[in-house]
């Protein structure tokens, strides 16, 4: 394929709206916008700048935290807003809200504003948050309903950029800002927003377009640039820690970073490329960008159309509590009201909170254990990179073993959480080294959760709501921050802060901030969080015993049915998506089917 000349002229034209209009640039649009939704996990590092700024003390801190973990995972508006407008509706809304969130926060902490009220620092960041939800569900949800049977290494590696965009952040801020962490608020609330804006209108559903037997191929290509770009990161990281970096080096950091983020365009040009050539061949002409997706459409619709027969009105209520097979498409209060999802509420409260807590303090944490602010800030760093290695790990691996040896993900679910109780364990019992190996830890586990998470949801529940139901399946991750971190290791902390202070004969008057040093600070705190998290894991056993005869079927099976064959490809064969069962176009819903959705 090498010696193959590439479009030329007018046909070049015709292929870069090819190109923009496909699914495989839809899904590098997502790539990008995953890498600005990560701004909640870099609250680490600039944390310690609100709380001192604006004097606050653990317990305050530890609420505006509980308040940016509700924005980050109470996505139920964004779920619901997707289900009735289009993605670039989603997006642009997302992006206003990040900007509107976290500039405010800059303008407080730096002075600009007069200082605001604790509940209003509460509400900025819990809309600056909140943003993230709709990059998610406007990118994620997306490229899951675009690659059904892809889906969970289509979650690992979305969600993978996700925990890697702070790494990937903090090299932009220092080459842009140099080492100023409330610069870093700043670059937040205006490089994921103009992210969303710039790919706005690329990122859209696609059904009946043409997709390759072996997208694995593809995806892992993706993965081995993902992991190049981590180790990266992690060796700038290092060495950045190590040495004093003059602004000409973060400079060329960050470009390597800028670099490695626009490779997968290369790779996407080319599966485009394929694509194009074999459409040129079937049809003897260039094919009209889009033409093709909306002629099949319209030839199943009107094939299907002696099909149809008007339904018998059925109350939407009636139906709430007779949910369908798993694997079928539930209504979201079926979904909601299910004995399944109320077993992965409480397995993520226990899971995701306690995760949440260790990785809110991380700074503190170290802090109280004497380390340097700079060694302090590796830990977050260190937890934004491992975070990724979860999420690709949970996503490539959990798929892989399901699709070869039928391992139920609820399974492995309940293994990363034990391997997160260890990480709680070390916090709890320091020693030297040992938080170096409790962020790695943390930051891995942290990160699988999540698509196991959205996967198993997706699974159990069906894709005709997944816009809501993925966003549902994670409100309990902030309830179980609220109760962990606020009510738990935020009050713990500062009561052994006041005890150090009524030691040394002092008042809570006579400093600005309550700092505790020593072993002691956290760890009841730990303690506590890791039996919290050995619950979670026993509770996810249920599950695991509840769907395994689900799970030893083949789960992907009504993806492949009436798939029809296409010319063979050099790179494999090529086949066009699924016969859809619903006799919809993707997009006409009946009123009785809105008012399900809604309700």
Same mark, same amino acid.
């Given at each position: 394929m090498a010696d193959k000349p590439g479009p030329a002229g007018p046909e070049a034209l015709r292929f870069v709206a090819h190109l923009?209009?496909?699914?495989?640039?839809?899904?590098?649009?997502?790539?990008?916008?995953?890498?600005?939704?990560?701004?909640?996990?870099?609250?680490?590092?600039?944390?310690?700048?609100?709380?001192?700024?604006?004097?606050?003390?653990?317990?305050?801190?530890?609420?505006?935290?509980?308040?940016?973990?509700?924005?980050?995972?109470?996505?139920?508006?964004?779920?619901?807003?997707?289900?009735?407008?289009?993605?670039?509706?989603?997006?642009?809304?997302?992006?206003?809200?990040?900007?509107?969130?976290?500039?405010?926060? !800059?303008?407080?902490?730096?002075?600009?504003?007069?200082?605001?009220?604790v509940w209003q620092m509460c509400i900025y960041i819990c809309i600056g948050a909140n943003s993230q939800?709709?990059?998610?569900?406007?990118?994620?949800?997306?490229?899951?309903?675009?690659?059904?049977?892809?889906?969970?290494?289509?979650?690992?590696?979305?969600k993978g950029f996700v925990g890697l965009s702070g790494a990937v952040m903090t090299q932009m801020y220092l080459a842009i800002y140099g080492n100023d962490s409330k610069s870093l608020i700043l670059l937040i609330a205006w490089l994921p927003a103009a992210i969303s804006v710039l790919f706005v209108y690329t990122i859209r559903t696609m059904e009946g377009v043409p997709r390759q037997r072996d997208e694995q191929r593809v995806f892992y290509k993706f993965l081995y640039l993902s992991i190049a770009l981590a180790l990266f990161l992690m060796v700038m990281t290092i060495l950045q820690k190590q040495f004093a970096f003059?602004?000409?080096?973060?400079?060329?950091?960050?470009?390597?970073?800028?670099?490695?983020?626009?490779?997968?365009?290369?790779?996407?040009?080319?599966?485009?490329?394929?694509? !194009?050539?074999?459409?040129?061949?079937?049809?003897g002409s260039p094919p009209n960008p889009g033409l093709a997706v909306k002629i099949q459409s319209l030839e199943a619709s009107e094939s299907k159309s002696v099909e149809l027969v008007a339904p018998a009105h059925v109350p939407w209520h009636s139906s709430i509590f007779k949910p369908p097979a798993r694997g079928e498409d539930y209504t979201i209060?079926?979904?909601?009201?299910?004995?399944?999802?109320?077993?992965?509420?409480?397995?993520?409260?226990?899971?995701?909170?306690?995760?949440?807590?260790?990785?809110?303090?991380?700074?503190?944490?170290?802090?109280?254990?004497?380390?340097?602010?700079?060694?302090?800030?590796?830990?977050?760093?260190?937890?934004?990179? !491992?975070?990724?290695?979860?999420?690709?790990?949970?996503?490539?691996?959990?798929?892989?073993?399901?699709?070869?040896?039928?391992?139920?993900?609820?399974?492995?679910?309940?293994?990363v959480l034990l391997l997160s109780c260890v990480g709680h364990l070390l916090i709890a019992f320091p020693s030297s080294g040992s938080l170096y190996v409790a962020s790695v830890i943390i930051g891995f586990s942290f990160g699988a959760q999540l698509p196991l998470l959205f996967a198993i949801i997706s699974e159990l529940f069906g894709l005709k709501y997944y816009s809501t139901l993925f966003n549902c399946g994670q409100l309990a991750s902030?309830?179980?921050?609220?109760?962990?971190?606020?009510?738990?290791?935020?009050?713990?902390?500062?009561?052994?802060?006041?005890?150090?202070?009524?030691?040394?004969g002092l008042s809570r008057d006579s400093v600005k901030e309550l700092t505790c040093i020593g072993r002691h600070c956290y760890r009841l705190s730990f303690i506590i969080l890791a039996l919290v998290t050995l619950f979670g894991a026993l509770v996810s056993l249920i599950l695991v015993v509840r769907t395994r005869e689900f799970y030893r079927g083949d789960i992907y099976e009504k993806f492949r049915d009436g798939v029809e064959e296409s010319p063979e490809s050099p790179e494999g064969k090529l086949d066009a998506s699924p016969v859809k069962k619903d006799v919809r176009i993707a997009g006409d819903k009946s009123s009785s089917e809105r008012t399900n959705a809604a309700a």
């Open positions: 923009l209009q496909g699914r495989w640039f839809t899904v590098f649009a997502s790539f990008l916008v995953m890498f600005g939704a990560g701004a909640t996990y870099l609250f680490g590092i600039y944390s310690k700048q609100i709380k001192s700024t604006l004097g606050y003390d653990q317990t305050t801190l530890n609420l505006l935290g509980f308040f940016k973990d509700l924005g980050a995972n109470v996505g139920v508006l964004s779920g619901l807003i997707a289900e009735v407008t289009p993605t670039w509706f989603v997006l642009l809304t997302g992006s206003a809200m990040n900007f509107a969130g976290y500039f405010l926060i !800059w303008l407080a902490v730096t002075g600009k504003i007069a200082r605001p009220a939800n709709f990059a998610n569900t406007g990118a994620l949800v997306t490229c899951v309903k675009n690659f059904p049977e892809g889906r969970g290494v289509m979650l690992g590696l979305l003059p602004k000409a080096a973060y400079a060329a950091s960050a470009t390597v970073v800028c670099a490695l983020l626009f490779v997968p365009l290369l790779i996407i040009i080319g599966e485009e490329l394929a694509l !194009w050539r074999k459409q040129n061949l079937k049809n209060l079926q979904a909601l009201l299910s004995v399944d999802m109320l077993i992965l509420f409480l397995a993520t409260l226990c899971g995701l909170g306690s995760s949440l807590t260790a990785v809110d303090n991380l700074g503190q944490i170290g802090e109280s254990l004497g380390y340097e602010a700079r060694i302090t800030s590796t830990f977050v760093s260190l937890v934004s990179i !491992w975070n990724y290695f979860g999420r690709v790990f949970s996503g490539f691996v959990s798929e892989s073993l399901l699709v070869r040896y039928k391992f139920p993900r609820p399974l492995m679910m309940t293994l902030p309830l179980g921050s609220y109760i962990l971190n606020v009510k738990v290791t935020g009050m713990l902390y500062d009561r052994e802060a006041l005890k150090e202070l009524a030691r040394k």
